[in-house]
Structures are given as C-alpha cells and as structure tokens.
C-alpha cells in the first residue's frame, strides 16, 4: 500500500505495510481502486454533461464513494468492494448515455471492468504512485483529497435535502481531470476551482443546517453526566442525531454527544429535547479510552472512527458511510422514513449509566449569525485596542504530541487576543480558563469543521465594516491544525478567498511535493508552525 492523505501518515512520507489510522494493506489499496473507478465514472459522466445536465443520484454516489474513502471513515472491505461495483453499474450507464463521445474515451479506468477476483492485483496498479511524474503526482492527489472534503460537506447538505449540481458537476470534472495530461499551471487552477467549490459547498451546509436547526446560539454545554443509561453519538451528522433523540424520548435513555457532534447543543431545535444531557469526552482521538468508559451504547455517524477495541465492540454502531468490519451497521433512511436505531436504544436499556469523566460546562455557538450580532461590541473593542488581534485557530486534532503546540499558543497568547475556532481542534483550548474581553470570550467555537465557513463570513464582514481592500490588512491571523481531507478542503477554501501567510501544522501535508510546496510559500506565504515562542510575535504583528 501507499497513502500519504493525511497529516499522520508514516514519517510524513507515507504509510506503506499499515495505515497510523489502522488502514489494512487490502482497505487501502480498495480504496485506490475505488478512487480509479470513480474517475472513469467521471469521464463518462463529463461527456454526457457536455450535452446538459448530471442526475443527482449520480452526484450523490460520487460524493458518497469519496467520503468513504476520507481517513478514519470506512474500514469495512466488504462495504468499499460494494462500492466499486456500484461504480461498475453506473458507468456502463452513462457510457451508455454518452453516445458517440464515449468512444474517444480510452483512459483505463474508464475501461478495466475485473471481477472480485481481480481487484487486489489491479489495485496495485492504480494507486497514487501510478503518477511518476513527482509534482503532477502532489497536484492530482490535492485536486482528490480536496474533492473529498467538499464531497464530505456535499453529503452533510443532501442529507438535510439540499443538493447543488454546480457541486457535483465539479466533482465529475475534478476527477475526471486527474486521468488526463494536464500542466501542473491547469492543475494549479483546477486545484483553486476546488477551494472556490470548497466555499459553495460550505455556504451550502450553512444554508441547510441553520434553515433546519436555527442559527447557533451561545450556549453553555454541561460535561459530566446523569443517572440514566445512555447513548454516545459521534461524528458529525445532525440528521442522525435529530432521529435518535425522537426515538429515544420518553425511553428512560439519555443521548450525549462525543467529538464533533458537540456542536449539536448550540442549535436553538435541539433545545426541545431533555434527553440531549450535554458533551462526554474530548475529541476523536480518545475515543478507545472514552468508549469504554461510557459503558453504554456507541453511535458513529461519519468519520473519526479508529480500530475499535473488543471491550465495547458488541455496542458500537456505524451508520452512513462509516463503517468498521464485525460492527453492525445501521442501515440508511428510506425516503420520508427515519434510520431505525430500536437496536441502540433496546441496548442501552440493558447498561450502567456512563462514568463521568468530568465535570462543569464549556460555551459554544459563536457562528456567523451570533458574533455578527455582536458586530457593535467586537468593533469597539477592536477600535479601543482592548482586541488587538485575533487569531483562527481551526481545523483538525490528532495524536502526534507536537500538536500540544496549539495549547501552548493558547495559553501564551495575550490577554488581549481573541481565539476563533471550529473542529475539534477546539478540543486543545476549549476547556482552559483563558478568560474574557469585556464581556467577549477570548475562544469564540463557531461548531464542526464542518462550519469553518462562519470563520470565513465574520472575516469578510470585518474587513467591510472597517472599509479594508484586503481580508488580509484585518487584525486577523491564521494558525490552523490540519490532519485530513475536509481540512484540506477548508485550506483550500481559505486561499481561494484571497488568505494568506497562513501558518499550517503540526507539519506540512506529505502530499506536497516539494515544487508544490514551495509554490504555495511563494503564492499564499503559507509556512509550517515552528514554537509558541517563535510563531506568537510574529502572529502579533501580522507576520
């Protein structure tokens, strides 16, 4: 196997016998196929939009297949291997449409139709090393790892029923690009063209969760726990969430969220349920440990599921596209019926009530709507110089011990600096006791990674309220934690709005080759984190 998609990849080079995140040698290299399919798809399905329009259902399979191939998603072969003839099916079907043009379509994976038997030694053939040529190879992978983060964020949107075909139509060409002998300058661009679909697509999953669930609201999220047996859900989808705590209420069951889903509570439509009790845990990461504390009944909705451990292995649930070998799998909603979660709750019924693993509460719900309320106030303590800066601290968490980095900054930033956050990176200063700046909490968590696009909206607003050219002349630095494909997705984003002199760790992607690289520092400035003691006065200046 090869894969160096994300930040923890081996050596920063690349994992070649195991996947850090527990990948086997056979998911991986599935996986690669299935990335090859989905481009032969794709080829079929560009030359029959030449003529008008993709079908939705095929957007949804290509956004769908991609996001299973995001980092700690889907472990389960069999459910990848489905995939891929999935994939089979559908390009014979718009072969089929495209007529004439298909003939002049000879790449293979447009082609190569093997049987089961054959795909461990055609996924040999066709995975990321397939590309010799080392810069097109760094600037194809950043076109597909990006195209997984936007499909991640199209997926959580449909989910809720709102879809854009702009979006899909950029993912069949996106992928469909990768097949073909482009410049790295047309890469270099289509590479831009996915941070600018990255923005749509972010601002499409705004759209459909406040529409759903209200705008977020400053909300205070209790931590330790109840005496009732409980459900943990994980991950990131909201609709999930929102049929568990309909099918638990009246149960006796309580539901706590874990991870991402810690944002649920700063939606106003989740208020109505006092069975949502609060937060348990930190983030992904410490899930083995906090899984087997919580004694009860798992649900993971999306990615950020790592090897499950055997002592809760009998109640841990997958749903969507996650999915992890032996664990049983909540099948997807009929239209206009709910996922059936009976199983979760008749189970937890059965178990202890989770062990509280802390106490107190954390503030949450700082996203567009409510710090744009807060405009006034935010503007005259900047004018005041009671804020003298503040500093996006975004993105993903992660094992390695140098991301500690992050709640050092934290801690050493200035009093009068104000920290705005999303994604679970959060979980590295969410809980420390960095005050306030009249009345301003000095971390501002706008939600899931998910909601990065808030952080995108309040700089904009800022830079129009004080009559500024450039998003970069605004008080505002940039220290961002990235570790999968939605990070690279959200990266993307930021540089096609104009961002730059972002600071990236803990370390550069392994994917950046380094010509890629350095067109990047070149471009953007963008540079790796070095110390807290390093990086502070120079994120003070603006430098």
Request: proline share 4%; charged share 20%; hydrophobic share 40%.
């Amino acid at each position: 196997m090869f894969c160096f998609q994300c930040q923890e990849t081996a050596k920063n080079q690349g994992c070649t016998v195991r996947g850090v995140c527990g990948k086997s040698e056979e998911t991986a290299n599935l996986m690669d196929l299935l990335i090859h399919v989905l481009k032969g798809v794709s080829l079929y399905g560009e030359a029959v939009m030449a003529r008008g329009s993709i079908d939705h259902s095929h957007g949804r399979y290509l956004t769908d297949a991609l996001f299973a191939t995001l980092t700690n998603t889907n472990f389960d072969t069999a459910r990848i291997v489905a995939y891929i003839n999935e994939g089979f099916t559908l390009r014979d079907e718009l072969r089929a449409k495209a007529g004439d043009a298909a003939r002049t379509i000879t790449h293979d994976s447009a082609l190569w139709k093997g049987s089961e038997a054959d795909f461990a030694a055609k996924a040999k053939e066709v995975g990321v090393l397939a590309t010799a040529h080392e810069d097109i190879r760094s600037l194809r992978e950043l076109l597909v790892y990006g195209l997984k983060g936007i499909a991640a964020y199209a997926h959580h949107a449909m989910v809720l029923g709102y879809e854009d075909e702009d979006i899909y139509r950029f993912v069949v060409e996106g992928l469909a690009a990768t097949t073909k002998d482009k410049t790295a300058d047309e890469l270099v661009g289509l590479v831009m063209r996915a941070g600018e679909t990255a923005v749509k697509t972010m601002a499409l999953l705004d759209k459909a969760n406040t529409t759903t669930y209200g705008s977020p609201q400053v909300t205070r999220v209790n931590i330790g726990v109840r005496t009732n047996p409980g459900i943990l859900i994980s991950g990131h989808d909201l609709k999930d969430l929102e049929e568990l705590l309909e099918q638990t209420k009246g149960t006796g069951v309580d539901v706590y969220t874990h991870g991402e889903m810690l944002p649920a509570h700063y939606y106003p439509f989740f208020r109505k349920y006092d069975n949502l009790v609060g937060n348990y845990g930190g983030s992904w990461w410490h899930q083995r440990e906090e899984f087997e504390a919580f004694g009860g009944p798992i649900l993971m909705t999306t990615n950020c599921i790592v090897p499950v451990k055997e002592t809760y292995a009998n109640r841990i649930f997958t749903t969507g596209t996650t999915g992890y070998p032996g664990v049983q799998h909540i099948p997807g909603r009929s239209r206009g019926t709910a996922k059936d979660f009976t199983a979760i709750v008749k189970l937890a019924k059965t178990c202890p009530p989770p062990r509280q693993l802390e106490t107190g509460q954390i503030v949450g719900g700082f996203g567009h709507g409510q710090v744009l309320a807060l405009a006034d106030k935010v503007v005259d303590a900047v004018k005041s110089g009671a804020i003298k800066r503040f500093v996006v601290m975004a993105g993903c968490d992660g094992r390695h011990k140098e991301r500690d980095y992050f709640t050092r900054v934290a801690e050493q930033l200035p009093a009068d600096t104000v920290i705005l956050t999303a994604g679970c990176a959060k979980y590295r200063y969410n809980k420390l006791n960095l005050g306030d700046i009249g009345g301003i909490p000095r971390v501002l968590d706008a939600g899931q990674c998910n909601d990065s696009y808030s952080l995108a909206v309040i700089a904009l607003k800022l830079k129009e309220v004080f009559g500024l050219d450039d998003i970069n002349k605004l008080p505002i630095s940039f220290d961002i934690a990235w570790y999968e494909q939605k990070a690279v997705a959200v990266l993307l984003a930021l540089l096609s709005l104009g961002v730059k002199g972002i600071r990236l760790g803990p370390t550069l992607p392994g994917f950046l080759s380094p010509n890629v690289a350095n067109v990047l520092v070149e471009k953007f400035n963008i540079r790796p984190v070095s110390t807290p003691e390093t990086d502070i006065p120079a994120i003070m200046t603006g430098n």
